[in-house]
């Protein structure tokens, strides 16, 4: 900059000076308007050009979401491009384009069918959207450089789009059973819960008789420290210590009578249940049924306290759709007394749920055991099937069933069989007569009934075999006529 500086008293003024000053002015005017006539003239050959995309609330799958790309020039559109980016943004896919040039737009979505709609331009809708769908979008556009048609310029933006999920499936399901019930040691009881098919993962929690539970969470151990067994399974479980020992110094209260006599534990009544099996009892020629016998639950006397606590824990397993699965446990050490028939629920809630999904059950040991014997009459030599049809109410968890022979083995000489059908194998007329006991049992209690094997005699195989003895005394005759025949006569002799 260039300035005249104040001239001191008794100096003269140098005229030379304010004429350089004058001449410095009209040099400074004279570059200035340059800058801004270059400044224009860029401008006017490159122009100008913004891209702005509004951010998305999250959708849940199903629904339809419109992309809009908005921007803002002065200069001549090329082209629109919608591209959708992977790979945590190594990978751009362009799934959509608009070219101003033809004014025509095509999707590259073709080989996974075609699912985009160009509303105004730059604005794509997507119906029906999925998991895959989810994931940073970017819009491009591009203008023409004005200097030259041979250049474009491209400005950009870029959104995220959120897909939630809600689950699809919860199921309830009892860890390690089927499994006896035990009369004098305790045992830990697990419910797992299975949330499938959401994103994100969903919360899971229990219910006691509609009331939430309160619990005490840990963490699963890995399948390292459970050594892949049900033993470490089963040993990972916090078993309540508290619960064994100061009820093993006092008898439990729900075991006494107001006046402070032992009380009988609630079981069946086998004569109500003998009475029911009585009522239209029709005697069969084939099968005999023999009448429920409840086993009576004794229980020790360090059962446990009414308030039992609860351990939670969670795992979450991502899938391959992007969904995750969730598995939650819920573990106590189990009151046969106060568990049977407890209702237990589990309920889900998730961002993309207006309300909670729930599923239940219902712990209840098995009653009444229906058996069917096919066939219904049977012969000797046929194979005998026994099945176990049903229980009179519904059981929870899986019952295990366990047969035997009363009084004997088995026809393939085992003691026991496990499972819900016993097979007999061209039974013989020896086990007419027999009776089997069939035991299914749960965590909660256990429950025997018994059928009585009545086996007819098979006129096929009785023909089969008088037919045989027929062929070998008609051998017999004719080897004996035909030594008579060589024989002389008063040798050959038939008394």
């Known amino acids: 900059m260039v300035g005249i500086t104040q001239p001191k008293p008794g100096e003269h003024v140098n005229t030379d000076g304010v004429w350089d000053l004058l001449q410095n002015k009209r040099k400074m005017t004279v570059f200035s308007l340059c800058l801004l006539l270059c400044a224009d003239l860029l401008d006017l050959a490159v122009g100008y050009l913004t891209v702005t995309i509004e951010p998305l609330p999250p959708v849940v799958v199903g629904e339809t979401v419109t992309l809009k790309c908005n921007f803002k020039t002065d200069g001549r559109l090329r082209e629109i491009v919608w591209y959708r980016v992977t790979d945590g943004g190594t990978i751009k896919q362009k799934i959509f384009t608009y070219d101003a040039m033809f004014n025509t737009n095509y999707s590259h979505m073709e080989d996974y069918r075609r699912r985009e709609d160009l509303v105004y331009q730059s604005t794509v809708r997507l119906p029906e959207v999925r998991i895959s769908d989810n994931g940073p979008y970017e819009c491009h556009v591009g203008i023409y450089d004005r200097a030259t048609r041979e250049k474009v310029v491209l400005a950009s933006g870029n959104v995220f789009l959120t897909v939630m999920s809600p689950p699809n499936n919860i199921s309830v399901l009892a860890e390690n059973t089927p499994a006896p019930f035990s009369r004098y040691q305790a045992q830990n009881f697990t419910l797992v819960c299975t949330a499938k098919g959401g994103k994100p993962a969903p919360s899971v929690y229990f219910k006691r008789d509609g009331e939430l539970i309160e619990v005490i969470s840990y963490t699963q151990p890995s399948a390292n420290e459970q050594g892949g067994g049900s033993a470490g399974v089963r040993g990972a479980r916090p078993l309540i210590s508290r619960d064994l020992d100061d009820t093993k110094l006092q008898r439990s209260l729900s075991l006494l009578d107001p006046e402070g006599r032992s009380a009988r534990l609630y079981t069946e009544s086998p004569q109500r249940v003998h009475t029911q099996g009585q009522q239209g009892y029709e005697p069969s020629p084939a099968t005999e049924v023999i009448p429920e016998t409840v086993v009576s639950r004794e229980f020790p006397r360090w059962v446990h306290s009414t308030d039992p606590l609860y351990y939670f824990s969670h795992t979450h397993i991502p899938q391959s759709d992007g969904s995750v699965v969730v598995q939650a446990r819920l573990t106590w050490t189990l009151n046969p007394q106060l568990d049977n028939d407890a209702l237990f629920s589990c309920e889900v809630k998730h961002p993309a749920l207006s309300m909670p999904m729930q599923t239940e059950v219902t712990l209840a040991a098995p009653k009444g055991p229906k058996l069917q ?112 025949f060589n024989a002389p006569h008063d040798s050959c002799c038939v008394t």
């Open 373 to 484: 014997m096919s066939p219904s009459r049977a012969k000797v030599g046929d194979t005998v099937r026994i099945t176990v049809q049903g229980f009179q109410n519904e059981v929870f968890p899986e019952p295990l069933f366990t047969w035997t022979r009363v009084g004997g083995r088995l026809l393939d000489g085992s003691s026991e069989r496990e499972g819900k059908d016993l097979i007999l194998e061209r039974v013989p007329a020896e086990l007419n007569g027999s009776m089997y006991r069939c035991t299914a049992q749960n965590p909660l209690g256990s429950t025997d009934t018994h059928t009585r094997l009545i086996v007819f005699e098979n006129p096929s195989m009785m023909k089969n075999t008088q037919n045989q003895n027929s062929k070998y005394l008609a051998r017999e005759l004719a080897s004996f006529d035909c030594l008579c």
